[in-house]
C-alpha cells in the first residue's frame, strides 16, 4: 500500500510523538533563518564597497531595488548550496578521524545534515530570484562590457569644432556576454533538475548510485586584504571550500579508504565513544556492530529523532535500501 515502516523505538518516544504533531515544519526554520542571516551580512559588504567606500558611489541610490539587490541574492544563494554539500564533506572528515561508522556524528551536525534538503531548496529558491532580475536587467546600460561597443563618429566639420561620438542603440554581445548568459543557463538547469529530485516520487524512482551522481590571478594583484573588497571572491571563497573537500575524498587515497569505512570495515582501535552518553532518553552514540537496536551511520542522518537516510552527502551505509528510517 506504499506505507512507510518507522522503528519508534521506547514508550518514552511517545512524548516526541504528540510534540511532533504540533510542530510547524521544525526543519526549515533554521536554514531561513541562516539565509537571512547571510543576506543581512552580504547585503552590508556590498553597500559598504559600492556606497561608502568609495569618494563616488558605483551605483546611483535609484538602483538598490534590482541592480544592487542582485548581488546579496546571489551571494547568498551560492552560500547555501555550498552549506548544504559542507556537511556531508564534514561528515567523511569524521568518519576517517573515527575509523568506523557506527559512531554517532555530533548533536549540530545531526541536526545540520537533516536540514540539507531545505538549505538546498532555499538556495534555489534565491537562485530563481537571482536569474529573474538578471534577465531584466540584460542590456548594454546595466552590462556594457557584455556588448560591443557600436558608435557612428561624425567628423569635425564647419559647424563641429571636433568629431562627434554618437552611441547607437543596436548592440550585439560580445564572447563574454554571451559565455556568460550559456552557463548561467546551463548551471540554472541543472540545479534545477537536482532541485526536482528532492520530491519525494522522483527521489524513490531512482537508486541509490543514481541519487550519489545527482548530488554532486586577478585576485592576487590586489593583495590583502584589498582581495576582500572583491563581490565574486567573497562569494566563491566557501564554495571552492567545498569542492576541494569534495574533490579530496573522491580521489585516492582518501576515497579507497571512506569507501572501506562505510562499507563496515573498522581502523583496529575505532573510536567509538560512549555509547551511554546522550541526553534526553537518547543514546550518545549508534551502537557498535553485533549488538542489538542500533543505527548505523550511514549519510550522516543515522541520529536524530526522525530519520531519512538522504541518498547523497557522507556516505551510503545501507547500501541500495533507500529507504530507511530510524527511529531511537
Known sequence: MGFRAVNLGLLKASRWMEDDLLSVFPLWKMPIALATAIFVLAWVLVVYIYFINRDKPAYSWEQLFM????????????????????PGQLAS??????????RRFPQFMDFWLKCRKQMGLVSFFLVIIHAVL???????????????????????????NSALVLTVSKHWMTWKGESACLLGTLAFVLMGVVAVTSIRSVGDSLNWSECTVMGAQGWQKRGFPKVFLSI???S?????????????????????YLRKIRRGWEREGARYG???????????????????GGAEQGNGDCCGDNIELEKSGAGAAFGGNKNVHVRL
Open 236 to 256: 566563491v571563497l566557501l564554495p571552492y571550500l567545498v569542492l576541494a573537500m569534495k574533490l579530496a575524498f573522491s580521489l585516492p587515497p582518501l576515497s579507497g
Open 134 to 160: 538578471s534577465v531584466m536587467m540584460i542590456s548594454p546600460t546595466y552590462y556594457g562590457s557584455w556588448f560591443h561597443k557600436a558608435t557612428v563618429t561624425v567628423p569635425a566639420n564647419s559647424t563641429l
Open 274 to 292: 560512549d555509547l551511554e552518553g546522550g541526553g534526553n532518553g537518547q543514546q550518545g552514540y549508534c551502537n557498535p556492530p553485533g549488538s542489538s
Open 93 to 102: 572528515v569524521l568518519q576517517i578521524y573515527y575509523g568506523t561508522k557506527h
Open 232 to 234: 565574486t571572491f567573497v
Open 67 to 86: 541592480k544592487v539587490l542582485n548581488k546579496p541574492v546571489c551571494m547568498t544563494a551560492i552560500a547555501m548550496m555550498a552549506l548544504t554539500y559542507l
